[in-house]
Every structure is written in structure tokens, then in C-alpha cells.
């Protein structure tokens, strides 16, 4: 079975420039959480969708925005990008909103803003 | 304000000896609380989880224990292995149903052959 995937891994862009990246969650699996890890910040929880509705949000701008298609593949969008926005991008799947349900990790995006 | 807190940055570690991450909490509401490994370059994957439930929890060389009274939690590695030096995340939620996994900020452990 294939695993979480993300597009593209990495990524150098400019300020005020906007970005997309993607993810295919796990075949069946029906929820995408979105996450920031910068440098000593540890994993910072972005957004979850689960069947094309966003289900929560973290404490971002409104900058940081998402969705998700009928397939359960998710985009995230960074618009006017700040330097702090550079870090690694991680998205997660699972089967449903279970809370005890694991999360399955994909390689992220590393995001440079210059 | 963080309710997920992994206060060592690093720890270092000889190889067959035990490692002991340590994570501490302050939210009461969390009942379930997870470990996840990451590896550089790769995404975080999960270790072994607890419940409020229990104190204990073990799988091969893995034990996490949970003390609620004192809102801690201690992974513990036994014995050591170089392949276990990652970096290491402690994450914790609560059973409303719409809440996303908190995680700490992580420990790096190094094992020393």
C-alpha cells in the first residue's frame, strides 16, 4: 500500500510570492491533517479535512489556507509569503476522525522563503 | 501556551544502555497520548501510544508509562540501538472528537555505538 504523499519536497521561493503544495493521502483514508515543524517549534497543526469540510484549524493567519477534493487529496496554500514561513510542511492521513486513530505521515515539503 | 511539553532538547545515549525521553502535559482533558519517531528527511511515524486508562504500555523494546497524577510521561528504550537516533515526538489528544493531536517539541536522541 502506498504511502502518504507529497509534492513537490522541495521548494525555494521569494517573499510576497504564494505557494501550493499537495497531498495524497493513503488509498482509503478519508481525513488530511496539515502540519508546520520549524526549527525548536515542534509539529504545529495547521488544518484537518475530512470529506472535503475543514474540520479544524490551528492558530495560523489567514494567510494559510487548504482544501480538500473528492478523491481525499488535499492542497495547502501559503499566500504572501513571510521568511518565516520557511519550514517543513508534513501532512498526515487516517482512515477516519477516530481520536484515537494514528496518524500516517508523509516526507513533507521543505519550504525556503528567501 | 504549550500543553505538550518535552523539556530536552537532546539526549545522548550508549548503545545496549536504556533511554528515557521524558514529556510532560498540562492540559487534564488529554486521555490518550502517543509517541511518534522521526528520522531526518523522512515524515514522523508512530511508536507506541497509552491510554488514560492505563500506566503501562509495552511493545518489544518500547515501554511508555504514564503517571496522571503528576501529568508525565517517560518512553522508554531498552536496550538502545543506533538506529533508534531520531528524533522524538510526544503527542497527546482528548476524546471530543474534534480535536487534533498536540504534539511537544521533540527530543533527539543519540545512541553511541
Known amino acids: 500500500k502506498a504511502g502518504v504523499t507529497q509534492t513537490p519536497r522541495y521548494l525555494i521561493k521569494t517573499r510576497g510570492q504564494q505557494v501550493t503544495l499537495s497531498c495524497s493521502p493513503i488509498s482509503g483514508h478519508r481525513s488530511v491533517s496539515w502540519y508546520q515543524q520549524t526549527p525548536g517549534q515542534g509539529l504545529q497543526f495547521l488544518f484537518e479535512y475530512f470529506s472535503e469540510t475543514q474540520r479544524n484549524k490551528g492558530n495560523f493567519p489567514g494567510r494559510f489556507s487548504g482544501r480538500q477534493f473528492s478523491n481525499s487529496r488535499s492542497e495547502m496554500n501559503v499566500s504572501t509569503l513571510e521568511l518565516g514561513d520557511s519550514a517543513l510542511y508534513l501532512c498526515?492521513?487516517?482512515?477516519?476522525?477516530?481520536?484515537?486513530?494514528?496518524?500516517?505521515f508523509g516526507s513533507g515539503t521543505q519550504l525556503s522563503v528567501l | 501556551d504549550q500543553q505538550v511539553k518535552q523539556n530536552s532538547p537532546s539526549l545522548s545515549v550508549q548503545e545496549g544502555r536504556i533511554s528515557i525521553l521524558n514529556c510532560d502535559y498540562t492540559?487534564?482533558?488529554?486521555?490518550?497520548f502517543l509517541w511518534y519517531k522521526k528520522y531526518p528527511a523522512e515524515g514522523p511515524t508512530f511508536l507506541i501510544s497509552i491510554s488514560s486508562i492505563k500506566d503501562k504500555n509495552e511493545d518489544g523494546r518500547f515501554t511508555v508509562f504514564l503517571n496522571k497524577s503528576a501529568k508525565h510521561l517517560s518512553l522508554h528504550i531498552v536496550p538502545s540501538q543506533p538506529g533508534d537516533s531520531a528524533v522524538y515526538f510526544c503527542?497527546?489528544?482528548?476524546?471530543?472528537?474534534?480535536?487534533?493531536?498536540?504534539f511537544g517539541k521533540g527530543t533527539r536522541l543519540s545512541v553511541i555505538a
Open positions: 492540559n487534564s482533558m488529554f486521555d490518550y
Open positions: 498526515a492521513s487516517s482512515r477516519t476522525r477516530t481520536y484515537q486513530e494514528k496518524l500516517f
Open positions: 503527542a497527546a489528544s482528548v476524546n471530543s472528537g474534534n480535536t487534533p493531536l498536540v
